[in-house]
């Protein structure tokens, strides 16, 4: 991905909240400045190594280098994995510089019970993160439950299933509590198992409103 490609869907999703940049999809060397003035938005910028679903490849150091230089290119967030090397001390380096830290946790095969949920919140908030993200997978529609249960224990910060049957807890999440939920910006641009694109949310989200 360009930063053309980038800014060009940042320029269709004028409707949402906040933009995720997945600069571990960059095919290229990316211009930060370019995609932070292209949109008054808020940014997350995320990086995720490939064991956390993602296309990171390069040396951890070099991972982590990249969102810090987002930050300093007015980015107002980073996601970090739970996996991240050095992640407490990550984090207490870019609370310094007054960004905010999405601290994440996803399992592409578990289903995740409220206890499980809660044991992870308790280590990832300890390390002063601004938000805990926790996504988990849905075997069946009665495992989005306690994503759902998790967002309104724990307002304000992010949980739901992957995989086709994630789908309502996805779509639910910020009816539940949690801060916001992902959408792809188009059909065939999904990043993750089960995401559902822009258009799809916004029609279930009218529907809803009715």
Aim: proline share 4%; glycine share 6%; aromatic share 6%.
């Amino acid at each position: 991905m360009s930063t053309n490609q980038v800014i060009n869907q940042i320029n269709q999703a004028c409707e949402v909240d906040l933009i995720e940049v997945r600069l571990d999809y960059r095919r290229a060397p990316i211009d930060l400045d370019d995609i932070r003035a292209s949109t008054g938005k808020p940014l997350i910028a995320t990086n995720r190594r490939r064991d956390q679903g993602g296309q990171a490849d390069e040396p951890e150091k070099d991972r982590v280098q990249l969102l810090l230089d987002a930050l300093h290119s007015g980015f107002e967030y980073v996601d970090l994995a739970y996996t991240t090397s050095e992640l407490e001390k990550t984090i207490k380096r870019i609370n310094s510089i007054d960004g905010k830290v999405i601290s994440s946790y996803h399992d592409f095969e578990i289903s995740l019970t409220l206890d499980r949920l809660m044991e992870i919140h308790d280590e990832l908030s300890s390390m002063r993160c601004d938000l805990v993200k926790i996504i988990g997978w849905a075997n069946c529609y009665m495992d989005n439950v306690p994503y759902m249960e998790y967002n309104k224990a724990k307002p304000g910060n992010i949980s739901f299933a992957m995989g086709e049957k994630g789908a309502p807890s996805r779509i639910l999440a910020p009816l539940s509590g949690a801060a916001f939920t992902y959408a792809s910006p188009s059909e065939g641009l999904e990043v993750a198992p089960g995401q559902i694109s822009l258009r799809e949310l916004r029609g279930i989200y009218g529907v809803l409103s009715k």
